[in-house]
Nanobody, 115 residues
Framework: QVQLVESGGGLVQAGGSLRLSCAASRSIINMESMGWYRQAPGKQRELVAAITRGGTTNYLDSVKGRFTISRDSAKNTVYLQMNSLKPEDTAGYYC?????????WGQGTQVTVSS
């Protein structure tokens, strides 16, 4: 079992920045991947960013160059640095962790970008 706790969401003006954190209840070193999905009302959930055990990252096309995923294994935490935020980035952001055959989710944190 893995518990994931997100933090860092909030209200920001367009062009601003936020950093999301996802703290895991145990070591993240051997987790296959971790990352963030988002879902806005009336829209499908989409993968925003992920980082694999080996450090490979991938991003949603619309956030490339603006968002950066990173991890701190000593703190069992994954971060999503979001810069140059746009109103279309408004959504609930959900951290996930893939461990062997299991997929774990955090409770989500809301990001709202005003124009």
């Amino acid at each position: 079992q893995v518990q994931l706790v997100e933090s860092g969401g909030g209200l920001v003006q367009a062009g601003g920045s936020l950093r999301l954190s996802c703290a895991a209840s145990r070591s993240i070193i051997n987790m296959e991947s971790m990352g963030w999905y988002r879902q806005a009302p009336g829209k499908q959930r989409e993968l925003v960013a992920a980082i694999t055990r080996g450090g490979t990252t991938n991003y949603l096309d619309s956030v490339k160059g603006r968002f950066t995923i990173s991890r701190d294994s000593a703190k069992n935490t994954v971060y999503l640095q979001m810069n140059s935020l746009k109103p279309e980035d408004t959504a609930g952001y959900y951290c996930f962790a893939r461990v062997e055959l299991a997929l774990y989710w955090g409770q989500g944190t809301q990001v709202t970008v005003s124009s």
